[in-house]
């Protein structure tokens, strides 16, 4: 049964985060990107031939993020194969959905971290076979160039090729900060953008998640819907690194599906609150930016938290490509599920708060204290209340629902004004009061499992074809976070 100050929301996917750099995260925050690199990061990553400091490092970033409501991330690795399959190993003990990549660089790279064309290429493929291997339903392989300054075209040319052959999905930076467009240009002159060049190296495929994307052209927005390119939209380190704000509406319209990244230690934070958070305030700045003060066209609305909210959870999992598996609590999904409780810490409830009210204190105040419970493929993976076995089911007697509309942001003039509206009424009933199973049951079924039924509520898909038509069908469902 929930109780008052609670509320299960669908699992959150954290689109972008490099989980070696967590040991440093919250640090070194006063560099430009390429002397980060270079005198942070580099030095970091190469600690990761050592798997004692892997098993250290990596075990507390899977713990970490499945505090804060993670059940899905995308995670670059290092170049070491070994440390990269422990990843890959921990994320299936700790039963956390994880795409994994071995980080592919063979060139500029500094002493000590350095790999071949052949070493990159094998290395990879053994890492694809070793995770295929593991034949979990829960963790994946994914083909990673670092970033095109960091591969030379054999290399980037060989990935596509792996990325064909095994059909895996592609992660990597684009269009980041001027100082990598000024990289790129340098090292690829006249061979135009990131995305061409990823294009043009069959890296830019409808399993192919880049981060960051400040810089990207309409043209190669265009181009990566064109080829079902997903965006990770990783506004922290954006701040930080990217001399800019992913204008979010505009690639949205452009056709992109986009989630939302943590982009550790680019940005600080490992929990997805703190992201959705930056992500609502970067909207507000490039809208104050765009549009004076007192004028009509500031009276627009920008993103909101329930847009934020969206990202981090349908968002993610269309800009993976699993929005038929999760990002909402439905029929026919796997139930990936975050108990959010207010009473962890930070918040007060008053009697007059709403089930909305209570979820938008949540999203605006809520911590990794207020992560009660987290479920993922029906398991439970991690418990606040130590009383509770990590496997113990959560009763599901009746729930009211909060269906939020998190239509995403665009505008006219492809800038920064967004549409929402919220729905209430909207029936979803916990038939059955045990979730053992790996899905969300069917309505009415009588087994064991939960059953948990959308009532009459306007999918995304149709919501999002009033903005953008022909989008909805790749930007998933809603989001029904579900409250008593
Ligand atoms: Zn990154």
Same mark, same amino acid.
């Given at each position: 049964?929930?109780?008052?100050?609670?509320?299960?929301?669908?699992?959150?996917?954290?689109?972008?985060?490099?989980?070696?750099?967590?040991?440093?995260?919250?640090?070194?925050?006063?560099?430009?990107?390429?002397?980060?690199?270079?005198?942070?990061?580099?030095?970091?990553?190469?600690?990761?031939?050592?798997?004692?400091?892997?098993?250290?490092?990596?075990?507390?970033?899977?713990?970490?993020?499945?505090?804060?409501?993670?059940?899905?991330?995308?995670?670059?690795?290092?170049?070491?194969?070994?440390?990269?399959?422990?990843?890959?190993?921990?994320?299936?003990?700790?039963?956390?959905?994880?795409?994994?990549?071995?980080?592919?660089?063979?060139?500029?790279?500094?002493?000590?971290?350095?790999?071949?064309?052949?070493?990159?290429?094998?290395?990879?493929?053994?890492?694809?076979?070793?995770?295929?291997?593991?034949?979990?339903?829960?963790?994946?392989?994914?083909?990673?160039?670092?970033?095109?300054?960091?591969?030379?075209?054999?290399?980037?040319?060989?990935?596509?090729?792996?990325?064909?052959?095994?059909?895996?999905?592609?992660?990597?930076?684009?269009?980041?900060?001027?100082?990598?467009?000024?990289?790129?240009?340098?090292?690829?002159?006249?061979?135009?953008?990131?995305?061409?060049?990823?294009?043009?190296?069959?890296?830019?495929?409808?399993?192919?998640?880049?981060?960051?994307?400040?810089?990207?052209?309409?043209?190669?927005?265009?181009?990566?819907?064109?080829?079902?390119?997903?965006?990770?939209?990783?506004?922290?380190?954006?701040?930080?690194?990217?001399?800019?704000?992913?204008?979010?509406?505009?690639?949205?319209?452009?056709?992109?599906?986009?989630?939302?990244?943590?982009?550790?230690?680019?940005?600080?934070?490992?929990?997805?609150?703190?992201?959705?958070?930056?992500?609502?305030?970067?909207?507000?700045?490039?809208?104050?930016?765009?549009?004076?003060?007192?004028?009509?066209?500031?009276?627009? *609305? =920008?993103? !909101?938290?329930?847009?934020?909210?969206?990202?981090? %959870?349908? #968002? @993610?999992? +269309?800009?993976? /490509?699993?929005?038929?598996?999760?990002?909402?609590?439905?029929?026919?999904?796997?139930?990936?599920?975050?108990?959010?409780?207010?009473?962890?810490?930070?918040?007060?409830?008053?009697?007059?708060?709403?089930?909305?009210?209570?979820?938008?204190?949540?999203?605006?105040?809520?911590?990794?204290?207020?992560?009660?419970?987290?479920?993922?493929?029906?398991?439970?993976?991690?418990?606040?209340?130590?009383?509770?076995?990590?496997?113990?089911?959560?009763?599901?007697?009746?729930?009211?629902?909060?269906?939020?509309?998190?239509?995403?942001? *665009? =505008?006219? !003039?492809?800038?920064?004004?967004?549409?929402?509206? %919220?729905? #209430? @009424?909207? +029936?979803?009933? /916990?038939?059955?009061?045990?979730?053992?199973?790996?899905?969300?049951?069917?309505?009415?079924?009588?087994?064991?499992?939960?059953?948990?039924?959308?009532?009459?509520?306007?999918?995304?898909?149709?919501?999002?074809?009033?903005?953008?038509?022909?989008?909805?069908?790749?930007?998933?469902?809603?989001?029904?976070?579900?409250?008593?």
């Amino acid at each position: 049964m929930l109780e008052r100050g609670q509320v299960l929301i669908a699992g959150m996917v954290d689109t972008h985060i490099h989980a070696p750099q967590y040991s440093y995260a919250g640090t070194a925050t006063d560099r430009p990107l390429i002397e980060w690199l270079n005198e942070v990061t580099f030095p970091a990553e190469r600690r990761f031939e050592d798997l004692q400091h892997a098993r250290q490092v990596y075990s507390a970033v899977v713990d970490r993020t499945l505090r804060g409501g993670t059940t899905c991330a995308m995670y670059f690795a290092t170049l070491h194969v070994p440390a990269s399959k422990l990843l890959a190993n921990i994320a299936l003990e700790r039963g956390q959905r994880a795409f994994v990549g071995k980080v592919c660089m063979d060139r500029m790279t500094p002493a000590g971290l350095a790999e071949s064309t052949e070493d990159a290429l094998a290395g990879t493929e053994h890492f694809i076979r070793y995770v295929r291997g593991l034949h979990s339903d829960l963790i994946h392989p994914v083909i990673t160039p670092r970033f095109i300054p960091s591969c030379t075209p054999a290399l980037l040319t060989g990935l596509g090729r792996l990325a064909r052959e095994y059909q895996c999905h592609v992660q990597s930076h684009i269009s980041e900060s001027p100082d990598e467009l000024a990289l790129v240009a340098r090292l690829h002159p006249g061979e135009g953008t990131d995305a061409e060049i990823f294009d043009r190296h069959a890296l830019l495929t409808d399993r192919a998640v880049f981060a960051h994307g400040v810089h990207l052209s309409d043209t190669d927005c265009t181009l990566l819907a064109a080829r079902g390119s997903s965006l990770s939209h990783c506004p922290h380190s954006n701040f930080t690194f990217a001399g800019g704000t992913l204008r979010t509406a505009r690639v949205v319209r452009s056709g992109v599906a986009v989630g939302l990244g943590s982009d550790v230690a680019g940005g600080c934070s490992a929990c997805l609150f703190d992201a959705q958070r930056y992500a609502v305030v970067a909207d507000k700045v490039l809208q104050q930016q765009q549009r004076p003060a007192g004028s009509e066209a500031s009276k627009g *609305a =920008s993103m !909101d938290w329930r847009h934020a909210l969206h990202l981090a %959870t349908q #968002g @993610g999992a +269309a800009a993976l /490509g699993l929005e038929h598996r999760i990002g909402t609590i439905e029929a026919g999904k796997a139930f990936d599920a975050v108990l959010l409780d207010a009473a962890g810490g930070g918040i007060d409830l008053f009697p007059e708060d709403s089930t909305l009210a209570l979820l938008e204190k949540l999203c605006n105040l809520g911590t990794e204290h207020n992560v009660a419970a987290v479920w993922i493929q029906g398991r439970r993976v991690h418990s606040r209340d130590p009383q509770r076995p990590p496997t113990a089911p959560i009763p599901l007697t009746h729930l009211s629902a909060v269906n939020v509309d998190p239509a995403p942001p *665009a =505008s006219k !003039d492809g800038n920064s004004s967004v549409s929402s509206s %919220t729905h #209430g @009424g909207s +029936a979803v009933k /916990g038939a059955g009061n045990d979730v053992g199973g790996n899905d969300v049951g069917e309505p009415g079924a009588g087994d064991s499992r939960a059953a948990v039924r959308t009532g009459p509520m306007p999918k995304m898909s149709a919501l999002v074809d009033q903005v953008v038509p022909g989008l909805g069908s790749r930007s998933g469902t809603q989001v029904g976070p579900s409250a008593c």
